[in-house]
Structure formats: C-alpha cells, structure tokens
C-alpha cells in the first residue's frame, strides 16, 4: 500500500455557490498511439470520441455462469448482508449492491486481473492502474430504483480526491439488459464538459448518496441542454457483454419495473499516476471500500 499523495491545484471546481461549466483539461486515451492492448485502433478512437465502448462478448456464457453464481451467494449471504460494504434497496430491503468484491471474493479478484479487463484499462489510461472501486449491482424486478443522472469523476474528484480525469470504469452485464429493465444510459461526447454542481456536501454524504443522490447532480437546464447536443444512449445486451465508459461521462439509469432482474459487476480502474489526494470538496473522504487508497498496481 502506498500513502496518499499531496493535494494538487483543483482543475475542476464543483459544491460551490452556483453551477460552473469547465472544458475537459485532460485527455481521454492517454496511451501513445499503436500502443498494443485489447482495444483496436478504431475502438479507441470511438471511445476517444464518444466516452465509452460496448463490447457485445466479453464473457462467455460459461464464464458468466459463474461470476452470477458468486453474485448470488454474496447478496444471499447474511454476513455480507451485515456488513457495511452491503448497500440495501430502501424499497424492497433487499440487497442492492456489494461493494469492494475483488477483495471480499477471489472470483471477481479473477475478473479483475484478467487480460481482458484490466488490458482495456491500461490501454486506456497509459499506465499501470489500481482499482479505485469494484463493486457487484442488483437490481431486481418489480421497482428497484434507478440513478440520476451524474458524472462519476464529479463525486471521485469532490469527495474522494481524484485529481485529473483518468479514470475508467466496466460494467459487464451478468444478466441480459434490455431496453425495459432500467439499462445503463450515456450522454455521447459529454465527458468533453465538466459539470461542477451547485451545493456544498452534507456530511457524511455518501451514505445516503449511494441510495439515492442528491449531491453533485446537475441542474435540469444543464442536462437539458447536454442531452440536445450529445443525445442520449440506451445500453442493452446480453449476459456477458460490457460497456467501458470514460469516468467523466454523464450518464444514469431508470428503475426496473419489468420483471426482469438487471445485474452487474462494475470496476473502476484509476492511474496509479492520478492517485487520490484528499477531497476537494468535501469534509472528509469516503471509505476505503467506497474511494480505495490502496494504489497498489493490478497484477
């Protein structure tokens, strides 16, 4: 484990007295071209552009058996449902998500170091990366809720010290994500603008965020105008395929009222380069469960 490292100039200002619209100062693939990795040339100049990916197998139907058989027993599991790391759905009770699941299970640890995966990461961000946040999500039938929309780097950057945008998350789908079933939607090219939101951070904010966010979400006129520009991407797929999105991407997702469930494992990979520092615009960090400051490098 290597210690945090000193606060840097704040490039992104955000929780301030009034809604502030700052240009990307950072790039999106930082690797040199014809660095070698997963991704084709083409796929990186697509993610370059839009802020994300979609791959339509990642996993095989094998493979994905697997880490949903592992997501099963963890969210059925009543110590896991004990433990802090376990998020429960307000209106059902159940559990929702499950977070820092490369170090509660070796399977998904698995998930994390292979090729496939973290290969992507690397090839996108330029360097070695840790993970800042892995996490498993569930999100049954009959009205599990959705997310607002929002940037992640907005909330890594206010409230777990994030210095520079160069991040990246996967979300690779364990159970098929249809049109219906409150699928993940992306705004194309607005990772290109950092939204910094109006409002300062309540204390202890991410307890309550991580149910339903109220903090660090952008003004209707805002997203009005973003959706105008950029439109608005609906994700679906089969079990096993994956969606890469850059960390300053707006994007979010409706409730399930189908009866279908939506699951997935969501890990985020950050630069050991861009390692966190402390919030700059909040009381305190989050939990190491929640915004890691373990940067040691994914092997």
């Keep these: ?10 490039l992104y200002p955000t929780r301030g007295t009034a809604e502030v619209i700052t240009p990307r100062k950072d790039p999106v693939v930082w690797s040199q071209p014809g660095t070698a990795g997963p991704f ?8 370059e552009r839009d802020g994300f990916f979609a791959i339509g197998e990642l996993l095989t139907a094998e493979e994905v058996a697997v880490y949903r058989a ?10 896991m449902r004990a433990d802090p790391r376990s998020i429960v759905e307000p209106k059902s009770q159940d559990v929702r998500t499950v977070f820092e699941v490369h170090k509660i299970s070796e399977v998904f640890a698995k998930l994390v170091s292979d090729p496939r995966v973290v290969g992507r990461a690397r090839q996108i961000l330029g360097s070695d990366v840790y993970v800042h946040q892995s996490r498993i999500n569930v999100k049954p039938g009959f009205g599990a809720s959705g997310f607002y929309w929002h ?15 160069r991040t990246v998350s996967v979300s690779i789908a364990l159970t098929e994500n249809y049109d219906t079933n409150g699928g993940l939607m992306i705004m194309p090219g607005s990772h290109e603008y950092f939204v910094g939101c109006e409002g300062a951070t309540p204390k202890d904010n991410y307890k309550r965020s991580l149910q339903m966010q109220d903090a660090g979400i952008p003004s209707d006129e805002v997203l009005t105008k973003m959706a105008d520009k950029h439109s608005i991407r609906l994700f679906t797929g089969k079990a096993g395929s994956a969606t ?20 997935n494992v969501f890990i985020v990979f950050n630069s ?6 402390e919030p700059f615009a909040a009381p305190v960090r989050r939990p190491e469960y929640i915004g890691a400051r373990d940067f040691t490098p994914v092997r």
Excluded: K
């Design 244 to 263: 890469w999105f850059d960390c300053n991407a707006m994007h979010g997702s409706g409730d399930n009222i189908t009866p279908y469930p939506r699951s």
């Design 70 to 79: 592992e997501l099963d027993r963890l969210v059925l599991d009543p110590t």
């Design 1 to 10: 484990m290597t210690t945090a490292p000193e606060r840097t100039a704040d």
């Design 151 to 165: 940037s992640d780097f907005e909330t890594w950057h206010a409230e777990d010290g994030l210095p520079n945008m």
């Design 40 to 47: 084709e040339p083409s796929e990186l100049s697509d993610f």
């Design 272 to 277: 050991v380069e861009n390692a966190a520092v």
